[in-house]
């Protein structure tokens, strides 16, 4: 299974790429191929010009086009996901994400931004042709509460939802299962 793995967030370190760390490792473990790029690394003017022609520009389109699963982490700011996902997402053909699988990940101050995901997220992700778009997975500050040395954790529950999503992408066709190693390593303390 190809699985390109896209971070929206502006800021590094991000509690959203961090997730997207975990997926990426537990979707390896799977013998997934997977390939992950920050979008605040892609050429800022070309993006913000909308230069879907850029060379940069155009290799990671081509990267989310070859995908048969799209993993997407953004932070919700406003109750909306970040303007750099929306960029990089207006640049996508019509049907950039025709018969792809995606899993929307997001990360918000509140429980108050979950919504987010339903009513601003999948719209767009439906409208780019996505075959099926998993439930998708939100982890509030709260979630991420800090450990013995200072460094934030999510909680296990959210771990588990990440690990439900994924399970729900595996497709029955023997050619197309990923198997999940388990059970699922821990993931690394963000030092947020």
């Given amino acids: ?3 390109v793995l896209l971070s929206g967030s502006p800021s590094a370190p991000s509690r959203s ?14 013998r997934a191929d997977c390939q992950s790029f920050a979008l605040r690394e892609l050429p800022a003017l070309a993006l913000v ?3 879907a022609s850029h060379p940069v520009l155009a290799a990671a389109i081509e990267r989310v086009e070859a995908a048969d699963l799209v993993v997407i982490g953004t932070p919700i ?31 918000g101050g509140t ?6 995901i339903e009513y601003a997220l999948k719209p767009v992700l ?9 439930d998708p997975v939100f982890v509030a500050d709260a979630q991420w509460p800090r450990n013995a040395h ?10 588990a939802r990440i690990e439900r999503a994924l399970l729900g ?24």
């Fill in 150 to 159: 200072g460094s934030f954790v999510p909680e296990p529950a959210a771990l």
């Fill in 77 to 107: 700011y406003k109750a909306a996901y970040s303007g750099l996902l929306k960029a990089f997402l207006d640049l996508l053909p019509q049907d950039g994400l025709r018969g792809k699988a995606v899993l929307p990940i997001a990360t």
């Fill in 169 to 192: 992408l595996l497709e029955p066709a023997p050619r197309r299962r990923l198997q999940l190693a388990m059970p699922p390593a821990p993931m690394p303390a963000a030092a947020c």
């Fill in 126 to 134: 439906g409208a780019l042709g996505a075959r099926h778009i998993a």
């Fill in 49 to 51: 010009q909308a230069q």
């Fill in 17 to 30: 790429s961090l997730l997207l760390a975990h997926v990426q490792q537990r979707l390896q473990a799977g």
């Fill in 111 to 116: 429980l108050a931004h979950l919504l987010a």
């Fill in 1 to 3: 299974m190809n699985v």
